[in-house]
């Protein structure tokens, strides 16, 4: 899939048009995709098998995990997971392939004082991996079993709500330092001198778009931070924000956004066209649209669920076509195909092990077109 999801991206966007072909055309286009996807079938991806973060020299995996639930009591760490079961997944996840992990100074804020918050997980998990690596025969290249390795790639998240001080500790956040500020305190917890993407978690008021790429600018200056990237912003204040750091010469890596199968919004209001234009990475989060686009939605009976059946069905024999790949998994490798980088939640090594299992495989432009005219007939 890796050297192929890049190219294939560009002609899966076309491929919704089959319908409207003639018969012999339709029949000439098939064949071709066979032989693409017999090619793409044998062609099995590596732990080399990355992609540029943007435009910028960071190599990531194509899959990312998103830490939003590590450290939540809400999301039953501390009941029904701990640090423990996380520490063994991310090992999973790295030994895996799988090496880009978003992270934010606010989740799992409720624990930062037990030391057990996402971005202190997170740290720690990284400090772990590293250490172990370097006592390894090969510690800046290959694993002990000679695969080649990618370092684990660390994002988190300005939170830009004043009064954010209230969660996480700190000043009452006002004007352009707020933002070094908040970085040094989450490169605390991380336990880093650096972080390799820092991101504003979301557009306010309080700070227009000019300050908040002027405070990103200074934190790439100061060494806080390899890359800068966005989150939740539109087409327009996107292309703003490219363009305000352009003129200090540094790259926007980045705009995290919701997206998935059952969520395709950045496809229709020109977000996913502008990052492909400009070559900033779009990062998808909730890929799996809160847990809808998995197996257990088969067995439930609320309207939501009944209402999207007809999709997860198609997504499940879709799957079997592959070696019997799960919902969530074809869902993944779905938003892989339209070039974003999903960011899933895991909790648990065989979660981890079933994200890995994503990076295998790519459906082919026929079942990209068939999932997105599955999708365009429910009404969610």
């Known amino acids: 899939m890796g050297a192929s999801v890049n190219s294939s991206a560009g002609f899966l966007g076309g491929a919704s048009k089959l319908r409207y072909w003639g018969v012999d055309q ?37 899959l990312g995990i998103g830490t939003l639930q590590w450290g939540d009591p809400g999301s039953g760490f501390g009941d029904t997971f701990g640090e423990t079961e996380l520490a063994t997944a991310f090992d999973v996840l790295v030994h895996g392939g799988i090496n880009f992990f978003d992270t934010a100074e ?47 790639v660390v994002a988190t998240k300005f939170f830009t709500i004043p009064w954010t001080n209230f969660l996480v500790g700190g000043g009452f956040r006002l004007g352009r330092k707020s933002l070094l500020s908040a970085l040094r305190a ?16 979301f557009p306010f008021p309080t700070f227009s778009n000019s300050a908040l790429m002027e405070s990103l600018k200074e934190a790439v200056e100061e060494g806080l931070t390899t890359a800068v990237g966005v ?5 327009y204040q996107m292309e703003e924000a490219d363009d305000l750091l352009a003129r200090y010469g540094i790259p926007l890596a980045s705009n995290q956004v919701q997206y998935s199968l059952a969520s ?25 649209a809160s847990g809808l686009l998995t ?15 007809p999709l997860l069905n198609l997504m499940h024999t879709i799957g079997t076509t592959h070696g019997d790949r799960s919902i969530a998994q074809v869902a993944l490798n779905y938003l892989i195909c339209k070039g974003a980088l999903p960011i899933a ?29 599955k999708m365009r007939t429910l009404k969610l």
């Open 264 to 288: 395709r919004s950045p496809e229709e209001n020109g977000v996913l066209k502008a990052c492909k234009e400009r070559g900033i990475t779009l990062i998808a989060y909730s890929p799996l």
């Open 106 to 152: 606010v989740y799992g804020y409720q624990n930062i004082k037990a030391g057990t918050s996402s971005e202190q997980l997170l740290g720690r998990f990284v400090s772990n991996n590293r250490s172990s690596r370097m006592k390894q025969p090969h510690p800046q290249g290959e694993d002990d079993d000679g695969k080649h390795f990618l370092s684990p």
């Open 231 to 235: 989150s939740n912003y539109s087409q």
């Open 345 to 373: 939640g895991c909790k648990t090594a065989q979660q981890a092990k079933a994200h890995c299992e994503v990076l295998d495989w790519q459906l082919d432009e026929d079942q990209v077109a068939s999932l997105e005219e």
């Open 295 to 309: 197996d257990k939605t088969l067995t439930r009976t609320d309207k939501r669920a009944l209402m999207v059946r």
């Open 186 to 201: 989450s490169l605390k917890r991380i336990g880093q001198d650096k972080v390799d993407l820092y991101q504003i978690h």
């Open 26 to 62: 339709q029949a000439t286009k098939r064949r071709r995709s066979a032989t693409c996807y017999a090619t793409l079938k044998t062609m099995k991806p590596s732990f080399t098998d990355v992609m540029r973060l943007g435009r910028t020299e960071l190599e990531v995996s194509r």
